[in-house]
């Protein structure tokens, strides 16, 4: 599932993405604000080094680090418009910023850095389950001690399965993505329904666990739309 095949939309047309996420049909306005505020309580401002994860065109993440600034951030995504984008969203971080064109799960197998911060917005959620299984393995392996893994993703409730999710999420986008011309609506329906195997937070919980990284916390929620802290410790309530 981490062939380009499998984000063809959004590979082909970047626009459409970035369309929904200007109308805020996936509460990127309330994560980021949150993403900016949980990134300000690192001790380690202006020296913590970030791996972002199907980066896009870093549109809402790039002002958090503005303000939370790394000393490295490195983003990889499929997408070549959306990483020439992001290059000028990016422009003004004072660290080293490197953008790469590639498949997010053989990044963060292949990576020999160590990361104090792995961040990755609506991705995983594309992975089989092993699939995902590997992606929290090697993310406990690059994972500095004190490290953060900050996943945002749409979360299945416990014990639902992916056509209930299914129906409920395009139900979702029908009825409130308003603003979408009908055909790229569809299209965007068409994307979620082939390819989009999100899990329930307690199978997210436990693979986490596996990979060494103990403690799990819910940062935000807005209906499916989750933001989760992973780390090996537990830390204080963000």
């Not at 060494?212 to 989760?228: D, E, M, N, P, V």
């Amino acid at each position: 599932m981490t062939s380009p095949e499998t984000t063809a939309i959004f590979t082909r047309s970047w626009s459409l993405y970035d369309l929904l996420t200007e109308y805020n049909y996936m509460f990127h306005r309330e994560i980021y604000r949150k993403i900016e505020d949980i990134l300000k309580l690192r001790g380690d401002q202006g020296h913590y080094r970030l791996l972002d994860l199907g980066c896009g065109n870093a549109r809402y993440l790039a002002p958090c680090l503005k303000q939370a600034v790394p000393v490295i951030y490195e983003g990889v995504d499929l997408s070549e418009a959306a990483l020439a984008e992001a290059s000028g969203y990016l422009a003004e971080l004072p660290g080293q910023v490197f953008l790469t064109r590639g498949d997010l799960l053989e990044a963060i197998e292949s990576t020999e850095k160590t990361w104090d911060v792995i961040f990755t917005g609506f991705a995983i959620h594309h992975l089989a389950p092993d699939e995902k299984a590997r992606f929290f393995h090697a993310a406990g392996r690059c994972l500095a001690e004190n490290g953060w893994l900050i996943l945002v993703d749409v979360v299945r409730e416990e014990n639902q399965d992916r056509k209930s999710y299914l129906d409920g999420y395009l139900k979702f986008m029908r009825e409130t993505w308003t603003k979408v011309p009908k055909d790229q609506l569809e299209e965007a329906c068409a994307h979620v329904h082939d390819h989009d195997y999100p899990e329930c937070l307690s199978t997210l919980r436990e693979m986490a666990s596996e990979a060494g990284l103990h403690s799990t916390q819910l940062i935000s929620r807005y209906a499916q739309h989750h933001t989760l802290l992973f780390s090996r410790s537990t830390l204080e309530k963000i």
